[in-house]
């Protein structure tokens, strides 16, 4: 017996219906992807050089990449599990539509890790010499780490509802109906299926939450743990960690009216959401004001010379002009859309997620460049400076490109939808009705 | 073991710049080109770096030899997630080029900006590449990888070599850097600083005596002595 769900049908409706306005966007976002791909054959066969980077500045835009698409796929693990063990059941209809996002930013995350390398080809080193003692090796662990168990939560939670793509899609084509044979590992709705299934979720749960707190904080060490000044804090740890949820939560807002939009989910992906969202938001937004405070309070009122120099360089000198519209894009002007313009407008909430993510970008980018630009010994000497060079925008690009491509096809595929969890009864136990979406 | 150390005086210190040159020779260093300097991508393993304080009319210019400091306590290595920075038995901070992932977290983590990353792969002109140092040890470099100054540990392996050619035991004394053989004004020590008896290891314990960076707990194994 399948679930129950007034909305299967919509949520059915885009999987395989590849339209001409998918090739197009296909196409172009696989363009972008081959030239950024183009870009980093460049690179590898010239050397870093073509970059940008130089001495001081020895990480630029890669690294600023590599924490901005970790601290995103936080978006899935944050709404799937923590909102999970929380019990709140609202978020039944984005969780994969969240996780989605976790599962394709992540390997664009590791990616650029793999991209900032002098000796990419050189990786198998971290298996045979790596050492525990370098904060690298500790992101390597917990990176792919998270990976894989997004990948394995991500598709448990997907199971039931590749059996109803088998069992309803029977007019797909052969090759499609065999992978969703294959895929559904003969799941036939079955009481004890579904509960078997909570209890693995529910366990997963409570491990990705651990997982998803070590993973930014383990990011942030990779700064945290040097001496420079700028990094040297134990507030970096958390501070990239709320970082990371914010803009994560904000990509779910623009991803969900995108899918709201395109694929006529209105009834599904309700307006309550956003509402929802609305409010976790606002909280993430005053705790990263909060952590901005602590952190740049304690540094300017101990005025360490060394300190200071990076602090003036963000607030009045070379990095003010970001450091401030940076500031305005992920609180000012978010935090008054929220309160004032967002409540059940969705327009104004995605544009104020949108200002989010840049604002967040830049914000990877200030913490990592500027300390970067004034190192202790050579300040004296002049500043640093950088600024990307075509390659690494290129690559960047091509980045988000494939990330959006991923998405795209993902949702052609498979519904963005969950529709066990989002099923009024269930086999074998009554799902909570509350659960399911309530049309308005 | 000899734990290899050095000490600069600050005061005989002229700032010619000929330690640069030799080690350059030396450990065959590429020149940079002038796009390449200007973005500070210039391999020196030794530098002379100005630090000017205040501004004008009260000016106070120094001039500090920069090596590197081969800590007791490298950040470097702390940080290199595959061991391809070391410190061997006697102390010197080594990279493995073979190794090296080129991930240059070393080059942000050391507070000295002693280590130099190979943008691209190394050129010289043809005048030059006739005179490129053949020891193994300073081997052009690949591009991609980070190298640093090694107190010339080839001349360490030539010296215990020559010593054991001639039948005498190694000495402390038969080994010292380029920079330290060439310097015009004899401003640079060089030998074990475990021996209590060597000049290295008297002039550290100089009241005149400090290390760069002292509060950040690398223990350096290069000194200075303060000029005045």
């Known amino acids: 017996m399948e679930p129950k769900?007034?909305?299967?049908?919509?949520?059915?409706?885009?999987?395989?219906?590849?339209?001409t306005g998918d090739t197009l966007l296909w196409g172009t976002l696989l363009v972008l992807l081959l030239a950024g791909g183009a870009a980093w054959t460049w690179q590898y066969i010239e050397g870093l050089g073509i970059t940008g980077m130089n001495r001081p500045?020895?990480?630029?835009?890669?690294?600023?990449?590599?924490?901005?698409?970790?601290?995103?796929?936080h978006s899935g693990t944050f709404i799937s599990a923590i909102l999970r063990i929380a019990g709140q059941s609202w978020r039944a209809p984005l969780t994969r539509a969240a996780e989605a996002i976790t599962l394709f930013s992540l390997p664009f995350g590791a990616g650029s890790i793999i991209i900032d390398m002098g000796h990419p080809e050189r990786i198998f080193n971290l298996l045979f010499y790596g050492r525990y003692q370098s904060p690298i090796l500790w992101d390597v662990t917990a990176v792919s780490l998270y990976m894989l168990s997004s990948i394995v939560f991500f598709y448990l939670s997907l199971i039931p509802?590749?059996?109803?793509?088998?069992?309803?899609?029977?007019?797909?084509?052969?090759?499609?109906?065999?992978?969703?044979?294959?895929?559904?590992?003969?799941?036939?709705?079955?009481?004890?299926?579904?509960?078997?299934?909570e209890k693995a979720l529910d366990g997963m749960a409570v491990f990705m939450t651990m997982l998803v707190v070590t993973v930014h904080t383990v990011v942030s060490w990779l700064f945290g743990m040097t001496v420079q000044p700028g990094w040297h804090t134990a507030l970096i740890g958390p501070f990239f960690l709320l970082g990371a949820i914010l803009s994560g939560t904000a990509a779910v807002v623009i991803v969900l009216a995108l899918l709201r939009k395109a694929y006529r989910l209105e009834k599904v992906l309700h307006l309550g959401l956003f509402n929802s969202l609305r409010k976790l938001l606002i909280t993430f937004v005053l705790g990263w004001l909060y952590m901005m405070i602590a952190e740049h309070l304690t540094i300017g009122y101990s005025s360490m010379t060394e300190e200071m120099v990076v602090l003036t360089d963000k607030f009045s000198g070379a990095y003010a002009a970001v450091f401030w519209s940076m500031a305005a894009l992920v609180f000012g002007v978010p935090l008054l859309v929220f309160l004032f313009k967002g409540k059940n407008n969705i327009g104004w909430m995605v544009f104020a997620c949108v200002l989010i993510n840049i604002g967040m970008w830049m914000e990877r980018y200030i913490v990592i460049i500027p300390t970067e630009a004034s190192p202790r010994l050579l300040t004296v000497m002049g500043q640093g400076s950088y600024l990307p060079a075509l390659?690494?925008?290129?690559?960047?690009?091509?980045?988000?490109?494939?990330?959006?491509?991923?998405?795209?096809?993902?949702?052609?595929f498979f519904p963005i939808v969950p529709i066990w969890e989002t099923a009024q009864e269930l086999p074998g136990h009554a799902h909570a009705a509350e659960t399911s979406p309530t049309g308005d | 073991m000899p734990r290899w150390g050095?000490?600069?005086?600050?005061?005989?210190?002229?700032?010619?710049?000929?330690?640069?040159?030799?080690?350059?020779?030396?450990?065959?260093?590429?020149?940079?080109?002038?796009?390449?300097?200007?973005?500070?991508?210039?391999?020196?393993?030794?530098?002379?770096?100005?630090?000017?304080?205040?501004?004008?009319?009260?000016?106070?210019?120094?001039l500090l030899p920069r090596p590197c400091m081969h800590c007791d306590n490298p950040a470097c290595i702390k940080v290199c997630p595959v061991q391809a920075t070391y410190k061997n038995e006697?102390?010197?901070?080594l990279v493995d080029y073979n190794r090296c992932i080129g991930c240059r977290m070393c080059t942000v983590a050391c507070p000295y900006a002693v280590r130099y990353f190979n943008w691209y792969a190394p050129e010289w002109p043809e005048d030059l590449k006739a005179h490129l140092n053949p020891e193994p040890e300073v081997q052009p470099r690949p591009k991609g990888v980070v190298e640093k100054c090694t107190f010339c540990v080839q001349r360490l392996r030539q010296a215990r070599e020559t010593a054991e050619a001639e039948g005498r035991t190694f000495q402390a004394t038969d080994y010292v850097p380029a920079c330290v053989q060439t310097c015009t004004a004899h401003a640079r020590y060089f030998g074990d600083l475990d021996?209590?008896?060597?000049?290295?290891?008297?002039?550290?314990?100089?009241?005149?005596?400090?290390?760069?960076?002292?509060?950040?707990?690398t223990q350096p194994k290069v000194f200075y002595l303060k000029q005045g």
Request: glycine share 6%; charged share 20%; hydrophobic share 45%.
């Open chain 1, 5 to 19: 769900n007034p909305f299967t049908k919509a949520i059915l409706a885009p999987v395989r219906k590849i339209s």
């Open chain 1, 57 to 73: 500045v020895y990480w630029g835009v890669y690294i600023t990449n590599f924490v901005f698409f970790i601290g995103l796929a």
């Open chain 1, 161 to 197: 509802d590749i059996a109803l793509c088998r069992d309803r899609l029977t007019g797909a084509p052969r090759w499609q109906h065999r992978m969703y044979e294959v895929l559904a590992l003969g799941w036939n709705h079955s009481p004890e299926q579904y509960r078997r299934l």
């Open chain 1, 391 to 412: 390659p690494e925008i290129l690559i960047t690009v091509a980045c988000f490109a494939g990330m959006a491509l991923l998405y795209a096809v993902f949702t052609r």
């Open chain 2, 6 to 62: 050095m000490v600069i005086d600050l005061d005989k210190c002229f700032a010619c710049q000929s330690c640069t040159a030799a080690c350059r020779m030396e450990n065959n260093t590429p020149p940079a080109g002038k796009d390449q300097a200007g973005m500070g991508r210039t391999i020196l393993w030794n530098e002379v770096l100005p630090f000017v304080e205040g501004e004008y009319p009260n000016v106070k210019a120094t």
């Open chain 2, 90 to 93: 006697e102390g010197l901070v």
């Open chain 2, 195 to 217: 021996d209590p008896d060597s000049l290295v290891s008297k002039l550290a314990h100089s009241p005149r005596a400090f290390r760069m960076f002292e509060e950040l707990g």
